[in-house]
Protein backbone atom coordinates (compact mmCIF):
# COMPACT_ATOMS: atom_id res chain seq x y z
CA UNK A 1 0.00 0.00 0.00
CA UNK A 2 2.84 2.35 0.97
CA UNK A 3 4.83 1.12 -2.08
CA UNK A 4 1.55 2.33 -4.52
CA UNK A 5 1.31 5.34 -2.57
CA UNK A 6 4.85 6.56 -3.53
CA UNK A 7 4.42 5.18 -7.05
CA UNK A 8 1.73 7.59 -6.96
CA UNK A 9 3.38 10.71 -5.84
CA UNK A 10 6.01 9.59 -8.14
CA UNK A 11 3.79 9.80 -11.04
CA UNK A 12 2.42 13.44 -10.34
CA UNK A 13 5.77 15.01 -10.51
CA UNK A 14 6.90 13.36 -13.65
CA UNK A 15 3.35 14.40 -15.09
CA UNK A 16 4.29 17.74 -13.52
CA UNK A 17 7.65 18.27 -14.79
CA UNK A 18 7.41 19.68 -18.39
CA UNK A 19 4.77 22.27 -16.95
CA UNK A 20 7.52 23.43 -13.99
CA UNK A 21 10.16 23.35 -16.46
CA UNK A 22 8.33 25.54 -18.32
CA UNK A 23 7.80 27.65 -15.77
CA UNK A 24 11.27 27.42 -14.60
CA UNK A 25 12.71 28.76 -18.04
CA UNK A 26 10.21 31.49 -18.33
CA UNK A 27 11.40 32.74 -15.17
CA UNK A 28 15.13 32.61 -16.15
CA UNK A 29 14.11 34.00 -19.78
CA UNK A 30 12.21 36.94 -18.56
CA UNK A 31 14.99 38.06 -16.71
CA UNK A 32 17.88 37.10 -19.21
CA UNK A 33 16.47 37.92 -22.90
CA UNK A 34 14.56 40.66 -22.16
CA UNK A 35 17.42 42.86 -23.80
CA UNK A 36 18.19 40.38 -26.91
CA UNK A 37 14.58 39.67 -28.01
CA UNK A 38 14.45 43.00 -28.70
CA UNK A 39 13.70 45.94 -31.42
CA UNK A 40 16.86 47.37 -31.24
CA UNK A 41 18.52 43.89 -31.71
CA UNK A 42 16.32 43.03 -34.59
CA UNK A 43 17.56 46.82 -36.09
CA UNK A 44 21.08 46.07 -35.39
CA UNK A 45 21.07 42.85 -36.69
CA UNK A 46 19.18 43.29 -40.10
CA UNK A 47 21.62 43.58 -42.94
CA UNK A 48 23.48 39.96 -41.49
CA UNK A 49 19.99 38.42 -40.92
CA UNK A 50 18.77 39.64 -44.41
CA UNK A 51 22.06 38.33 -46.08
CA UNK A 52 21.53 34.99 -44.44
CA UNK A 53 18.01 34.51 -45.67
CA UNK A 54 19.29 35.08 -49.35
CA UNK A 55 22.34 32.57 -48.75
CA UNK A 56 19.54 30.09 -46.85
CA UNK A 57 16.02 30.63 -47.51
CA UNK A 58 14.61 27.16 -46.42
CA UNK A 59 17.18 27.01 -43.31
CA UNK A 60 16.26 30.25 -42.34
CA UNK A 61 12.13 29.61 -42.32
CA UNK A 62 12.95 26.39 -40.30
CA UNK A 63 15.81 28.32 -37.73
CA UNK A 64 12.82 30.99 -37.60
CA UNK A 65 9.64 29.20 -37.07
CA UNK A 66 11.64 26.93 -34.33
CA UNK A 67 12.75 29.56 -32.75
CA UNK A 68 9.20 30.85 -32.51
CA UNK A 69 7.97 28.05 -31.42
CA UNK A 70 10.26 28.19 -28.27
CA UNK A 71 9.65 31.42 -26.95
CA UNK A 72 5.76 31.05 -27.57
CA UNK A 73 6.25 26.70 -25.64
CA UNK A 74 8.61 28.37 -22.64
CA UNK A 75 6.59 32.02 -22.44
CA UNK A 76 9.89 34.17 -23.19
CA UNK A 77 9.60 37.48 -24.00
CA UNK A 78 9.76 38.55 -27.62
CA UNK A 79 6.81 36.86 -29.22
CA UNK A 80 5.97 40.48 -30.71
CA UNK A 81 9.45 40.79 -31.91
CA UNK A 82 9.56 37.40 -33.72
CA UNK A 83 6.50 38.41 -35.19
CA UNK A 84 7.62 41.71 -36.66
CA UNK A 85 10.91 39.41 -37.74
CA UNK A 86 8.78 37.46 -39.91
CA UNK A 87 7.43 40.13 -41.62
CA UNK A 88 10.38 41.41 -42.22
CA UNK A 89 12.44 38.42 -43.39
CA UNK A 90 9.36 36.92 -45.45
CA UNK A 91 6.75 40.23 -45.82
CA UNK A 92 3.45 39.88 -45.15
CA UNK A 93 3.00 36.42 -46.90
CA UNK A 94 4.63 33.84 -45.96
CA UNK A 95 5.85 35.64 -43.30
CA UNK A 96 2.07 35.72 -41.63
CA UNK A 97 1.68 31.89 -42.46
CA UNK A 98 5.16 31.16 -40.32
CA UNK A 99 4.20 33.04 -37.48
CA UNK A 100 0.77 31.08 -37.50
CA UNK A 101 2.48 28.34 -37.69
CA UNK A 102 5.40 28.83 -35.06
CA UNK A 103 2.77 30.56 -32.16
CA UNK A 104 0.35 27.00 -32.98
CA UNK A 105 2.83 24.87 -32.32
CA UNK A 106 4.43 26.65 -29.69
CA UNK A 107 0.73 26.89 -27.97
CA UNK A 108 0.24 23.16 -28.64
CA UNK A 109 3.30 22.46 -26.70
CA UNK A 110 2.51 24.57 -23.15
CA UNK A 111 -1.11 22.65 -23.57
CA UNK A 112 0.32 19.96 -23.78
CA UNK A 113 2.68 20.14 -20.92
CA UNK A 114 -0.55 21.96 -18.84
CA UNK A 115 -2.93 19.44 -19.88
CA UNK A 116 -0.50 16.23 -18.67
CA UNK A 117 0.81 17.88 -15.56
CA UNK A 118 -2.88 19.35 -14.05
CA UNK A 119 -5.13 19.71 -16.81
CA UNK A 120 -6.67 16.05 -16.84
CA UNK A 121 -6.93 16.37 -12.59
CA UNK A 122 -8.54 19.83 -12.92
CA UNK A 123 -10.86 18.88 -15.52
CA UNK A 124 -12.12 16.09 -13.40
CA UNK A 125 -12.52 18.34 -10.35
CA UNK A 126 -14.63 20.86 -12.37
CA UNK A 127 -16.89 18.15 -13.80
CA UNK A 128 -17.70 16.18 -10.17
CA UNK A 129 -18.22 19.49 -8.70
CA UNK A 130 -21.39 21.64 -7.72
CA UNK A 131 -22.43 25.02 -8.12
CA UNK A 132 -20.82 27.78 -9.77
CA UNK A 133 -17.70 26.14 -11.08
CA UNK A 134 -19.93 23.39 -12.50
CA UNK A 135 -22.08 25.69 -14.03
CA UNK A 136 -18.63 27.48 -15.83
CA UNK A 137 -17.50 24.22 -16.85
CA UNK A 138 -20.81 23.28 -18.40
CA UNK A 139 -21.40 26.31 -19.98
CA UNK A 140 -17.34 26.27 -21.79
CA UNK A 141 -18.47 22.60 -22.50
CA UNK A 142 -21.34 24.35 -24.46
CA UNK A 143 -19.57 26.42 -26.53
CA UNK A 144 -16.62 24.91 -26.78
CA UNK A 145 -15.99 26.73 -30.65
CA UNK A 146 -17.27 30.16 -29.43
CA UNK A 147 -15.58 30.59 -26.10
CA UNK A 148 -12.34 28.93 -28.00
CA UNK A 149 -12.35 31.77 -30.61
CA UNK A 150 -13.09 34.68 -28.52
CA UNK A 151 -10.08 34.41 -26.54
CA UNK A 152 -7.98 34.36 -29.46
CA UNK A 153 -9.74 37.37 -30.87
CA UNK A 154 -9.94 39.73 -28.13
CA UNK A 155 -6.74 41.55 -28.27
CA UNK A 156 -6.83 41.87 -24.41
CA UNK A 157 -6.60 38.42 -23.47
CA UNK A 158 -2.93 37.37 -22.94
CA UNK A 159 -1.86 34.59 -24.57
CA UNK A 160 -0.26 32.62 -22.68
CA UNK A 161 -3.73 32.74 -20.69
CA UNK A 162 -5.13 31.29 -23.50
CA UNK A 163 -3.25 28.65 -23.91
CA UNK A 164 -3.55 26.95 -20.19
CA UNK A 165 -7.27 27.70 -19.82
CA UNK A 166 -9.14 25.50 -22.24
CA UNK A 167 -5.81 22.71 -20.73
CA UNK A 168 -7.12 23.08 -17.47
CA UNK A 169 -10.90 22.70 -18.68
CA UNK A 170 -9.73 19.36 -21.02
CA UNK A 171 -10.55 21.40 -23.84
CA UNK A 172 -9.48 18.26 -27.03
CA UNK A 173 -6.31 19.02 -28.27
CA UNK A 174 -7.50 19.20 -31.88
CA UNK A 175 -10.28 21.77 -31.00
CA UNK A 176 -7.02 24.30 -29.77
CA UNK A 177 -5.03 23.66 -32.62
CA UNK A 178 -7.50 24.56 -34.94
CA UNK A 179 -9.02 27.97 -33.19
CA UNK A 180 -5.82 28.72 -32.02
CA UNK A 181 -4.20 28.33 -36.11
CA UNK A 182 -7.17 30.44 -37.30
CA UNK A 183 -7.89 32.52 -34.20
CA UNK A 184 -4.89 34.07 -34.21
CA UNK A 185 -4.60 34.78 -38.17
CA UNK A 186 -6.16 38.95 -37.61
CA UNK A 187 -3.86 39.84 -35.23
CA UNK A 188 -0.60 38.11 -36.73
CA UNK A 189 -2.02 39.72 -40.28
CA UNK A 190 -1.73 43.26 -39.04
CA UNK A 191 1.96 42.71 -36.46
CA UNK A 192 3.87 40.96 -39.74
CA UNK A 193 2.73 43.59 -41.91
CA UNK A 194 3.99 45.89 -39.57
CA UNK A 195 7.47 44.11 -39.96
CA UNK A 196 7.38 43.68 -43.75
CA UNK A 197 7.70 47.90 -43.46
CA UNK A 198 10.36 48.24 -40.72
CA UNK A 199 12.75 48.44 -43.56
CA UNK A 200 11.50 52.04 -44.25
CA UNK A 201 11.28 52.35 -40.72
CA UNK A 202 15.33 51.59 -39.95
CA UNK A 203 16.11 53.61 -42.42
CA UNK A 204 14.03 56.72 -40.71
CA UNK A 205 15.51 55.70 -37.40
CA UNK A 206 12.19 55.07 -36.16
CA UNK A 207 10.61 52.78 -34.27
CA UNK A 208 7.46 50.81 -35.43
CA UNK A 209 3.81 51.41 -33.96
CA UNK A 210 2.99 48.42 -31.77
CA UNK A 211 -0.69 49.78 -30.93
CA UNK A 212 -1.40 50.06 -34.44
CA UNK A 213 -3.95 46.87 -33.45
CA UNK A 214 -5.78 49.48 -31.25
CA UNK A 215 -6.95 51.79 -34.11
CA UNK A 216 -10.15 52.06 -35.39
CA UNK A 217 -9.49 50.44 -38.71
CA UNK A 218 -8.17 47.40 -37.41
CA UNK A 219 -9.74 47.24 -34.11
CA UNK A 220 -13.41 47.38 -35.28
CA UNK A 221 -13.01 44.20 -37.99
CA UNK A 222 -11.13 41.79 -35.25
CA UNK A 223 -14.21 43.38 -32.74
CA UNK A 224 -17.03 42.38 -35.52
CA UNK A 225 -15.39 39.07 -35.83
CA UNK A 226 -15.46 38.61 -31.93
CA UNK A 227 -19.37 39.72 -32.01
CA UNK A 228 -19.64 36.82 -34.80
CA UNK A 229 -18.22 34.43 -32.84
CA UNK A 230 -19.71 35.41 -29.68
CA UNK A 231 -23.30 35.12 -31.69
CA UNK A 232 -24.14 31.74 -30.63
CA UNK A 233 -23.68 32.23 -26.85
CA UNK A 234 -25.72 35.29 -26.94
CA UNK A 235 -28.62 33.43 -29.02
CA UNK A 236 -28.55 30.39 -26.06
CA UNK A 237 -28.89 33.43 -23.72
CA UNK A 238 -31.55 34.95 -25.26
CA UNK A 239 -33.48 31.58 -25.89
CA UNK A 240 -33.32 31.40 -22.07
CA UNK A 241 -30.80 28.18 -22.57
CA UNK A 242 -28.17 26.94 -20.18
CA UNK A 243 -24.79 27.78 -20.49
CA UNK A 244 -22.51 31.12 -20.71
Not at 133 to 158: H, M, T, Y
Not at 192 to 201: M, N
Amino acid sequence: MASQTEDDSRSKWVRRLPIIAIAVVALVGAFTLRDYLSFETLSENREALIAFRDANYLATVLVFIAAYVAIVAFSLPGATIATLTGGFLFSTFPGALFNVTGATLGAICIFLAARWGLGDRLAARMDASDGMVSRIKQGIDENEWSILFLIRLVPAVPFFVANLVPAFVGVALWKFAVTTFFGIIPGAVVYTSVGAGLGEVFARGETPNLGIIFEPHILLPILGLCLLTALPIILKAVRGKKGI
